[in-house]
């Protein structure tokens, strides 16, 4: 397979973008692929953040993977910064390629170019192929992810 | 007892602060209320951030509370808004007065001003009178927590 780009996500990658978060069990009955106004204007506010790096993945032209990559300044452990990382999604044809774990990867580098001291993420409870995925590139699962919708 | 004001948190506060944080079986090991310099240094970055709100809860003049929300625009489920709460604690003297339901009602109340459809949060897997106290305030444990530390 040819060379693979991660760079910042642009609004004419959102189709690509928005396609593979609704190719997803649980991302298919909230994501609306036919109608990318807001996301045009999520996307604005995440590039106007200088806390947020919302990033795709790009191999031989085609977007192939998305990811979002959150700095979170806090006080707790000695005024440690974090990092958290939000919707990840990869391709159906590029599964078991390596980019998964390349990704996550350059979301730890970044994490360390910003000097954070920790990486976070929560995942799905039914996404148990993800849990090994991140078990395996070190994540530990300390913590119970607990959500509220408005 | 006293009213309680819920407000930004400033410089004179951090001794209070830190004491809360390290006033807990996890964070005693990890905080360093003698050497208030990094917690400065992360409440200046923290203030100067529009999508950070790290408050404290007063009564009687005295800070017994802290909390950090912050506010996380993102592409998934419609280009949604999420915030996510961090480091929250309450002084030994307040347990059982009602200030943490407050504190996360309030947490969920500027949630919704600022337009966000989710309120996110992790625990401690071992922290188990936290989880139902999240439970009984309608949070659903959906997800596992992953962190690495760098």
């Not at 593979?20 to 692929?33: C, F, I, N, Y």
């Not at 953040?49 to 795709?56: E, F, W, Y």
């Not at 790009?58 to 959150?70: F, K, M, N, P």
């Not at 799905?124 to 590139?137: G, I, K, M, S, V």
Request: glycine share 8%; charged share 25%.
């Amino acid at each position: 397979m040819g060379d693979l780009e991660i760079r910042a996500a642009v609004a004419e990658d959102l189709p690509a973008v928005v396609a593979m978060l609704a190719d997803d069990v649980l991302g298919a009955q909230r994501e609306t692929p036919d109608d990318l106004d807001p996301y045009l204007a999520a996307l604005e506010r995440l590039t106007a953040d200088p806390n947020q790096r919302l990033v795709v993945a790009v191999r031989e032209g085609r977007v192939v993977g998305t990811l979002q990559l959150t700095i979170v300044p806090g006080l707790s452990r000695r005024g440690s910064t974090r990092s958290i990382v939000e919707g990840v999604r990869v391709h159906a044809d590029e599964r078991g390629s390596g980019l998964g774990t390349r990704f996550i990867e350059w979301a730890i580098e970044e994490s360390r170019r910003e000097n954070c001291q920790l990486v976070q993420l929560t995942s799905d409870n039914t996404r148990t192929d993800a849990h090994r995925f991140y078990e395996r590139l070190g994540f530990v699962a300390s913590h119970v992810g607990f959500k509220l919708q408005l």
